[in-house]
């Protein structure tokens, strides 16, 4: 998965309070090179698994707070 990173900037920044909302996405997400976005994935079977069955289900928890927060930014602030 590739993000719009002009789009998504502001949410890529660590010191940004909503920066978690992207989070159960970008675990899912490669670089150039095919190296996890979120850095190496810690060891063991626990994570596999949460990566494997769990980890996806926060993305419909998160998808409604990114589209609330993307429309109030991009009507309130034209660019």
Known sequence: MNLNIKRWKRLLDLKNPNHGL???IL???VDKNGRPVLGKPRPGPETV???EHEA???IALVVPALRELHYV???D???
């Open 73 to 75: 930014t991009r009507y």
């Open 27 to 29: 675990i899912y997400c």
């Open 49 to 51: 698994h949460f990566i």
């Open 22 to 24: 992207l989070l159960p």
């Open 56 to 58: 996806y289900k926060d």
């Open 77 to 79: 602030n034209p660019q």
